[in-house]
């Protein structure tokens, strides 16, 4: 081959080194241009990266900060960032040459006969002595990109472990808020039995003396008798359903049950924000998920060209500087040095390599569907939680209303029943109406703050990807 010929083939696989990866496959999916949800609000202001102040609750900021310091899946979240980083390293490496000392020293001695060629031994010099330092230095030419490719899959690989931990934490602040808010509640609904479990036993005692009287039978008193049962058997489940609240929320903040805090605040004391859902698009680059799923695409796509690379021949190429002696104070005495090359191509594996090219390729077409699955459900997430909140909105409307007549429906027959204008059974009835009116509207105030929450989540909390940050 002559000089010119050898010079361009080295051009031609420097050029080769130095193309860049082809881009990751497009998700080939449009965003809808505006959220279909009525209660959409795409001018007002995005979470920001604290959304949960906006509850306007210090206890639950408190919980917040704790969980985030203590609770262990964000702490496995974060150990699988710095496994992530060391991988990344340990993939970068084989793009610098490898340099490394050897030092030896060895003594042979012949114990009986004459010894033979392989040995540095004989009958007349029964012992050898040999020392040797060694200065080894190996680099593989990166001609078609396989090592540059390995290291940028680790590093998309490192991006995606990063957004995987947000993610987590994301999700761990979410479930705090949601599961506070729920013991909240339960404290609501909690008060209110208590409240008609009294009432019933007031009435009870009206129905008493009303019996005592004449003026009342004794099934009348049975159905009141029953129905105080009926109210103190609520008390002692909610009472349990808070109790396992206060386990679950402890349980998301990595201690035990006792080391939790007492709540003081009530749940109407609770603000709920009026955020903005942004455009679809925007979506994109808010939700930590999303952005993981796409770069477990890049990933891939990188692997892709690993596998490509390992199909083509690989050169390598050696130096060795090294020195030796009989002595140990003359072992500078006799230096050297070598240098070798190396091509190794595949000829035949039986299919392997093309195998590993194929099932590269088909876990980057499934981390593409999974990336395109990842952006619909973003969509229909935040779709979802503009709706419940849209919904129970309007449910609100019509129950505080109807809390307002149930309570006065409740008075006037309590005062009728007591004048002897009104059958028990309108008191049992309009008593089971404000308790279900009263309980319900504790169950829509906190759909309505856990609509708040799904709503923050699905929106990416106030993450954003940053510029630069796909590595």
Request: net charge neutral; glycine share 6%; aromatic share 6%.
């Amino acid at each position: 081959m002559t000089l010119p010929s050898r010079i361009s083939l080295l051009s031609l696989c420097l050029g080769l080194a130095a193309c860049s990866l082809p881009p990751a496959p497009s998700s080939g999916i449009v965003a809808p241009a505006a959220w279909q949800g009525p209660n959409a609000r795409a001018s007002a202001p995005l979470p920001s990266a604290q959304w949960w102040h906006a509850f306007d609750s210090a206890e639950l900021n408190r919980l917040v900060e704790r969980a985030r310091n203590n609770a262990h899946d964000l702490a496995a979240a974060t150990a699988r960032v710095r496994q992530a980083q060391a991988r990344a390293m340990i993939a970068g490496a084989p793009l610098l040459p490898q340099l490394q000392l050897e030092l030896d020293a060895s003594r042979q001695r012949l114990l009986h006969g004459e010894g033979y060629d392989q040995l540095d031994v004989s009958r007349h010099q029964p012992t050898s002595t040999a020392f040797d330092m060694q200065l080894v230095a190996s680099y593989e030419l990166d001609f078609w990109g396989g090592l540059r490719a390995a290291r940028q899959s680790a590093l998309h690989s490192l991006d995606a472990s990063r957004f995987d931990r947000q993610t987590v934490e994301l999700t761990l602040i979410s479930s705090v808020a949601s599961t506070y808010l729920q013991g909240l509640a339960l404290q609501e609904q909690l008060r209110i039995a208590r409240l008609n479990l009294e009432n019933a036993r007031d009435v009870l005692g009206l129905v008493q003396t009303r019996q005592g009287a004449g003026a009342a039978t004794r099934m009348e008193l049975a159905q009141q008798r029953s129905l105080v049962a009926a109210q103190a058997r609520q008390v002692p489940k909610l009472e349990q359903q808070w109790q396992d609240n206060r386990v679950t929320l402890a349980t998301l903040l990595g201690e035990p049950v006792q080391a939790l805090p007492t709540t003081s605040q009530a749940l109407g004391a609770v603000n709920w924000p009026q955020l903005g859902s942004g455009v679809p698009s925007s979506l994109l680059t808010r939700r930590p998920d999303i952005a993981a799923a796409e770069a477990r695409l890049a990933a891939a796509n990188a692997n892709v060209q690993v596998a490509r690379a390992a199909l083509l021949p690989k050169v390598t190429l050696g130096a060795n500087l090294g020195t030796g002696a009989r002595t140990l104070a003359d072992v500078f005495g006799s230096s050297y040095y070598t240098l070798t090359s190396g091509l190794v191509a595949p000829i035949f594996n039986n299919g392997r390599l093309r195998a590993a090219r194929q099932l590269a390729e088909a876990e980057q077409d499934e981390l593409l569907a999974n990336y395109r699955s990842s952006i619909l459900a973003g969509f229909a997430d935040v779709e979802k939680a503009l709706n419940a909140i849209e919904g129970i909105e309007r449910q609100r409307h019509w129950q505080d209303q109807e809390l307002e007549q149930a309570r006065l429906a409740f008075e006037l027959a309590q005062r009728r029943y007591a004048a002897g204008a009104e059958t028990l059974l309108s008191v049992l009835d309009t008593q089971r109406a404000l308790y279900l009116a009263q309980d319900q509207q504790a169950t829509l105030r906190l759909a309505r703050l856990q609509g708040s929450v799904a709503l923050y989540k699905a929106l990416g909390g106030g993450w954003q990807l940053e510029a630069g940050g796909k590595g």
